[in-house]
């Protein structure tokens, strides 16, 4: 991921994602987000229309950081890189997929939740990660016990992220964002 998105995730701290709904909702959220002041928003590919509503989004807010997002296959990630948006994010990891944003230099996020993922995710020199879904792998809990781990690695946390339990994983050393659909 290129530094200055990395910083700009940082700051904003929370990621709001527009997940699977008709697309003139996705125009609403989107749009009421960018009122919100938030310039960071990921857009799932979750139905058919969502890429086309993200190309829109991105022509008419051109400063906005677009992330896509549930990109779960390297045809997904062809077709949605020809837009050239912000940054790529996935639920988890493949080869195909990391050689393909390795040899491209796309900003990728992708997604793991195990050792071993991260792990592979190293590999690829990858520092900054998804860590999906955070509730249900263990939470604030087990992102401790991968800091001890892998102190290097920082994750993006989604997946169960409430605007209840959101500030107990900004307070981990190893979180420097979360991403919801609660935002």
């Known amino acids: 991921m290129d530094s200055k998105i990395i910083n700009k995730i940082k700051l904003q701290k929370k990621i709001p994602i527009i997940g699977k709904l008709l697309p003139s909702?996705?125009?609403?959220i989107?749009?009421?987000l960018i009122?919100?002041?938030?310039?960071?928003?990921?857009?799932t590919l979750r139905n058919k229309e969502a890429l086309d509503v993200a190309v829109m989004m991105k022509k008419k807010f051109p400063t906005a950081i677009i992330g896509i997002g549930s990109i779960t296959?390297?045809?997904?990630l062809k077709e949605a890189s020809k837009y050239?948006?912000?940054?790529y994010v996935s639920p988890g990891l493949n080869s195909k997929i990391l050689d393909f944003t390795m040899k491209y230099n796309?900003?990728?996020?992708?997604?793991?939740s195990t050792p071993s993922e991260i792990m592979m995710a190293i590999e690829y020199e990858k520092k900054v990660l998804k860590y999906f879904h955070a509730e249900r792998n263990g939470g604030t809990k087990s992102l401790e016990t991968i800091y001890e781990i892998f102190e290097d690695i920082k994750f993006i946390p989604t997946g169960g992220i409430t605007l209840e339990n959101y500030k107990t994983y900004l307070k981990l050393p190893n979180v420097i964002s979360v991403g919801s659909t609660k935002f």
Do not use: C, H, M, T
């Not at 296959?73 to 997904?76: D, G, K, T």
């Not at 050239?84 to 940054?87: L, T, V």
């Open 35 to 43: 009122s919100a002041k938030f310039e960071i928003i990921e857009i």
């Open 73 to 76: 296959s390297l045809n997904i």
């Open 30 to 32: 989107f749009s009421k």
């Open 106 to 112: 796309l900003n990728f996020l992708p997604g793991v």
């Open 25 to 28: 909702e996705i125009e609403n």
């Open 84 to 87: 050239n948006f912000d940054f």
